[in-house]
Each structure stands twice: as C-alpha cells, then as structure tokens.
C-alpha cells in the first residue's frame, strides 16, 4: 500500500494558479472564487501514492506543482505515462463514483489541489466551460489509453510470435509443434482426411560444424529452411523440430502427392543451397527425409514414430533420400 499523501495546513493558492489548469482554461476566475473555501493544496515527496486502484476515492486533483506518474500495476515502475502541471487525475473514479483503475504516484515532489466530489459536481452544474474542458480532458484520456492499448496488444503480438517461431529460420518451432500440431493431426483424423508429415535430417550436420566451425553451420540451417519453404504449398506448415531436424505437415496431402514434395524437397536442397563465396563452398550437402501418413484413429505420438522409423530407414539407405 502506498503511503496516505499529506494534507498541508493551508488552503488553496490564488485564482491565477488554478486558472491555468486545464479543468478551469477559459472560465472566468471571479466565477471560481466560491471554490477556494472548500479545497485544500497537499504535497506529496517523490514514491508517494496519490491514487491507487484498491482505495476508494472521492476527490478529484490537479497537478500544481511537480510530475505524477501513471501506473497501471505497484510493478509498473517503467510506465512512459505522466501527468503534468495543469492536469488532472481521479476524475473518472468520480463521475462514476468508482475506484481508480490505476495508480497515481508523485514522480517529482508534487503539489496538488483537492476538489471533493460535490464540489466538482456543483461546477459541472453552474459552469459550461468546466464541463466542456472535463469532457475534452475525458475524451484526451481514452484516446492517450487506447494508444496504449494499441501498443500493448501489439508488443503481445510480438511476444506471441516469438514464443511459437524459431529465431534463426524464422519457421515454426517446437513449441508451436506441441502447442497446435496434436489439434490439427486429431482433428484430420477424426474427418478421415489425408494428412502427411515429413521428418527431414541434414546429413553429417555434426561432421560439418566441427568442419566449418558453428557460424557456417547456422548459416546452412538457414539455407536449409528457405528451401523448405519453397517447396511446400500456401496451408502447408515448416517446423524446426531441434538442432538440424526439421519437420513439414502436408494437410490434405495423400501419401504419393507427399512423396513428389519431400524428393523435390531432397533435391532441392543437395542442389541449390548455395555453395560459393563462403568457406563451405566444397562441403556436400544433403538431408535424408521420412514421410509418414496419417491413418484413421492415429495419434500425434505414433505419426511422429512412424516418420522417426521412416528417416532411420532413409539413413540406412545412405542418406540423401525419402523412404517411407
């Protein structure tokens, strides 16, 4: 909990320092003498909480002095929102007679003038120019929280993508795999729909890095993964499975149509990877592929073990092919 700010032991300033703020901009200040009695100044030392989600609030303030802070958590302490001199905070949690929806907290030393609830009320009655401003700080408000939340949807976008993607290949990873790979086998599975999956190795990967050295090896992951995605169609899904395996689901894919993608896959990938300008421009380079379909009543484990036996067979075989 924060700490109750300090009401100091004088009323409030004179008519020309609350003129400026952008609750009375354009009202006459003879109009706002009556005010003066009922109002208090309080000042708070930088950390102090003014406002704060879990008090009830009734008054509404405005910044004289200093810099607030708004907060939308105690853990917020990076927040880019600030209230300035002339403006105001608790105003929503007075007109709807709620509890603030985020902390206030003074940046700098702070002074700020108290307007209690009636108060504020009896000048939204008597004075048009308070309740136009009121209604524009109101509007400026929203429109300031809606960037905001525009921006934090945006970063959980981010944040999102980057959870479910590999950073080097920029395909799918395996968390994304686990995540939505067993949904879409279950669900093509209970239709009765085609469905194939292939399990994809680059041959003598370890013999290449101790060769050329990790950097190279990151590189040939990348090449790797351009290739794979050229050769798979628009609903087709490329996943890094680990280290140098990969992995495609083919959806709607019977098991001679997967067949012709993983051999062009295969040799597209002994072919046109690209082997000159870089000091691996002599290595072979080649991936064996197992390819295994769904059947009716099949689970992810056992697709995924049928196409792990279909690469060890394709391995046996000498590598650089698909074996089912």
Known sequence: MGKEPELADRVAPGLDAIGTSHLFRGEDPQHLVWILDSCRVRSLAPGEVLLEPGNDNDTLYIILEGRAQVRFSHDDIESDVYLEAGECAG??????????????????????????????????????????????????????????LVRSHAQ???????????????????????????????RFAQAGEDLALLMIDTDNFKHFNDEYGHPAGDQLLEAIARVIENSIRTGDHACRYGGDEFIVVLPHTGEPEAARIAQRMCDAIREKIPHSDNAW??????????????????????LLGLADAALYRAKAFGRDCVSS
Request: charged share 20%; with cysteine; proline share 3%.
């Open 91 to 148: 105003e929503m949690s007075v007109i709807e007679c709620s509890r603030p929806s985020a902390m206030v907290v003074a940046h700098t030393h702070c002074e700020v003038l108290a307007i209690d609830a009636a108060t504020i009320w009896s000048l939204i009655d008597s004075s048009h120019v308070v309740a136009r401003n009121l209604l524009h700080i109101l509007s400026t408000r929203m429109r300031r929280n809606n960037r905001a």
């Open 156 to 186: 959980l976008r981010i944040h999102e993508r980057e959870a479910l993607f590999d950073p080097l290949t920029s395909l799918h990873n395996r968390r994304w795999l686990e995540r939505k790979l067993a949904e879409i086998v279950e």
């Open 281 to 302: 421009s002599a290595a072979e380079i080649s991936a064996s592929i197992g390819m295994a379909s769904l059947q009716p009543g099949m689970q992810l484990q056992q």
